[in-house]
């Protein structure tokens, strides 16, 4: 057996353990790679910083955890921009899973800028039926949250007493991945015309470039990368806080096993290339 | 229970352990995360729904504020289970019908609106090369024509066609290209979160 066919027939386990050394060892030994930003997160981060404070906002914290990984670190990024900001900022979540995820980071965050539930941000929780609830909160927040996650009732809160609906917030960020973007899409920026930016899984982040293209977007976060360049730009605040920049460290990671991906693809070609060769050569 | 999260780290660390196991092969310690994941979310999903929904939505509407008129969609949906029974599944389609034509009539316009309308404007461009953006919407044009002759059956992929289409193949490979690049980066980044859950939240070998 030639050393090709050996290649072609190594052990896949082999395979995972590299990998798997290749994202241990740059967590270990950091190589401090720069991550460069991209318009459509920077036009993300411009339009909260050109909001005055006290704007109400909506995050729409709707990953659940399979996707925290990707959606967290953006999700955090964003919130600690518009608490900096110190905008107004209601908390919802439309992923069955991501309720407690949502409540630990939105309450996590806010220690961090000392904000206050119920005058600086105000959490809503879960509902079920996405796009009726986001078609609902065209027409009155109060319709499918009465109370909030704490059972206290919306017209009790001091920050929700003049936002009634979505024409009352300055724009929609939503945080997720699968079809729940979609739905923001169609049932908020179609229907009530809000403005909108999504933070996606890497997976989605492809589909969601034409809504970027066409301006049905004003901007993207896709995946770590996306959550990476947020962090960059809010590089400031994680050093005054003295923060973990997790996306960056992740990206950093990332890195390293993309070019074990692209070493062992090429390789695994020329391998099949190279026995594909011999065998015409042979016959 | 003891509120340490150091404990509930361990838990946590003990069922990724678990489920990347199956890596090495199927395994019964792969079987109790993957058991133990299934249960929870269903139990999860049961309770949230009745907290989040039938509570407020329809108990608490009826007994405490006395809006009587929503018994009507609870008998709907108490309909919806007479599919379990061969004699009176029928009753079932009224709610299913009620529910397809309410969600049709929202759905279709704006999804029409939202996918096509709107996309199709959007390769309404200004073309030319005096500038990149010109050039790089005269790209977005060809590609998006090429793309829609690659799918076009009614004609013979020969000639002029012929040869538009294969560009228009081109394009659409392209486009998967992208997609499978990014699908790549996410599986690694999933990987990685847990990397930084064992190394640094459980471990505390890292920041």
Request: net charge neutral.
């Amino acid at each position: 057996m030639s050393i090709w066919e050996k290649l072609l027939q190594i052990d896949r386990r082999i395979i995972y353990l590299l990998v798997f050394l290749a994202a241990i060892i740059p967590f270990l030994f950091p190589a401090g790679l720069e991550v460069n930003t991209t318009r459509e997160v920077q036009s993300i981060y411009d339009f909260i910083e050109n909001l005055a404070p006290g704007t109400p906002i909506l995050l729409a914290a709707d990953y659940d955890p399979q996707t925290q990984a990707e959606n967290g670190p953006q999700a955090q990024a964003v919130l600690r921009h518009m608490f900096k900001k110190d905008l107004r900022v209601v908390i919802m979540t439309l992923s069955q899973d991501g309720a407690a995820l949502a409540e630990m980071f939105s309450n996590s965050v806010a220690r961090e800028y000392q904000k206050r539930r119920w005058e600086d941000y105000t959490y809503l929780g879960y509902k079920p039926y996405p796009s009726i609830i986001i078609l609902s909160l065209g027409q009155d927040f109060r319709i499918s949250y009465p109370r909030d996650y704490y059972n206290r009732k919306l017209d009790d809160i001091p920050m929700m007493q003049d936002i009634r609906n979505l024409d009352d917030v300055a724009a929609v960020i939503e945080i997720g991945g699968g079809n729940v973007c979609h739905m923001w899409l169609t049932y908020a920026h179609e229907r009530y015309k809000v403005p909108l930016a999504l933070g996606v899984t890497a997976v989605s982040g492809p589909q969601y470039y034409p809504f970027l293209q066409s301006g049905q977007l004003f901007g993207l976060l896709g995946g770590l990368k996306g959550a990476a360049e947020y962090e960059t730009l809010m590089d400031g605040e994680y050093t005054r806080l003295d923060l973990p920049r997790k996306a960056i460290q992740g990206m950093n990671v990332q890195n390293f096993v993309h070019v074990l991906i692209v070493i062992l693809t090429v390789v695994g070609n020329v391998a099949f290339f190279a026995i594909r060769r011999r065998e015409r050569r042979a016959s | 229970m003891d509120s340490n999260p150091w404990i509930w780290n361990t838990i946590a660390a003990f069922f990724t352990i678990g489920t990347f196991s199956f890596l090495y092969k199927d395994n019964p310690l792969y079987k109790i995360a993957e058991s133990v994941v299934v249960g929870i979310a269903a139990g999860y999903f049961a309770v949230l729904l009745f907290w989040t929904s039938l509570r407020p939505k329809f108990w608490d509407m009826i007994v405490y504020e006395h809006k009587y008129w929503y018994v009507i969609p609870g008998l709907l949906g108490i309909m919806m289970y007479f599919r379990f029974s061969r004699k009176w599944g029928w009753l079932s389609r009224y709610p299913l019908a009620l529910y397809i034509g309410i969600g049709s009539g929202i759905a279709i316009p704006l999804m029409l609106q939202t996918f096509v309308l709107r996309q199709l404007e959007a390769t309404m461009l200004p073309i030319g090369f005096a500038s990149f953006e010109g050039f790089s919407n005269l790209l977005v044009v060809l590609m998006v024509l090429a793309g829609l002759i690659y799918f076009f059956f009614s004609m013979e992929h020969k000639g002029v066609v012929g040869k538009t289409a294969t560009f228009g193949i081109w394009v659409i490979m392209i486009g998967f290209g992208a997609s499978f690049g990014y699908t790549v980066m996410a599986r690694v980044s999933l990987l990685i979160g847990r990397i930084q859950f064992l190394l640094g939240t459980w471990l505390h070998l890292v920041d």
